[in-house]
């Protein structure tokens, strides 16, 4: 059996119009309205990677005794293809996302997906889909895999069979069109990972877990939550669903700092690609730790002039206002920043083919025949 199955046709109805398509990537709010196909693939002990193919988007058959449902054992992705031409599509670093899926499923205990089915499945469902990707700075196709054991079993061992889907939705910018700086809370009574835990995986129980401090943060006002080291309860690690940055001084001098990938906190994909713009502007970036009473002391001293979060759906956000246990503080004037401006204007460039791709980050993607 092939580690990369080719990825193969099953026809189906296919009942989404044109027009819906465009309504929806305008209307809707974040993952709720699908293309009209996804790719499955399966996998076993015995048989290895098999059973590739793109269908139409529809319901899983799934045995209520299936691992992933009762133990948790799965894990996902996100990334984005991007509107060039009406036949023509670009996908932003989908190798790398395949590496770290393949790390979640590792620390799962998860087979893992061979980057050259990974690419596969994304070709097929964005060149299948193609008349899904919105047009517009803001917006694009977003893809979804996911990974998760389907073997009928509950016994606590991994499981031998398991299901790989890659699904899609149109989408614009997660925190709305416009472009604000967000308000962030501190979490002080729940922590999102653990040294040796699992908070460098992308897997569902983080965030599930993440829901009552969400729900906390939106009460007092803000949009994200930000979260602390499990052991101190000090260090500043991430947002809700995002890396953070923090400027300090202006200019072509300006220094970013963003927090060290000790274990607990997620690898972005878009935090990578951020360090090596910065650098590549001429800005220094370096990776170093940040107590929460220290982010407050250098905000009010005017030492940090900015703070932006980055992450897929996102892209680069503003924060202006954080919400501590001690009181909230404003960064700078409390509006978007001028580095952050930058950044998300060179990124966009990559995105729409307007700009140098040294890098190779775009993976292109043309109708071709159906």
Known sequence: MSEAPDVLLRPGPVPALAGQRQRAAAD???GEVFADHMVTARWTVADGWHDAALEPFAPLELSPAAV?????????????????????????????????????????????IPSGLFVAATEALVRQDMDWIPEGDDRSL???????ASEAHLALRPARACLFVLLAFPTGNFFGAGGRAVTVAASEEYVRAAPGGTG?????????????????????????????DAVERRWVEELGG??????????????????????????GVTRDTLITLARDLGLRVTEAHMALDRWREDCVAGRITEVFACGTAARVTSVGRVLGADGPWTIGDGLPGPVAGRLSVELAAIHRGEAADPYGWCHLVDRGTR
């Open 28 to 30: 809707t709010a974040f």
């Open 68 to 112: 992933g449902l009762h133990y948790g054992q799965s894990v996902f992705e996100g990334f984005k293809a991007y509107h060039r031409t009406p036949d023509r599509a670009a996908v932003f670093r989908p190798t790398a996302h395949a590496r770290r899926l393949a790390a979640s499923a590792r620390r799962m205990a998860l087979p893992e």
């Open 142 to 148: 977003y893809l979804r895999p996911v990974l998760f």
């Open 200 to 228: 460098a995986a992308k897997c569902g129980g983080n965030y599930a877990g993440a829901y009552l401090a969400q729900g906390a943060a939106a009460k007092r006002g803000a949009d994200q939550v930000v979260w602390l």
């Open 242 to 267: 995002m890396n953070l940055f923090f400027v300090y001084g202006e200019g072509d001098s300006a220094e970013l700092r963003t927090p060290p990938l000790t274990g607990t906190i997620l690898p």
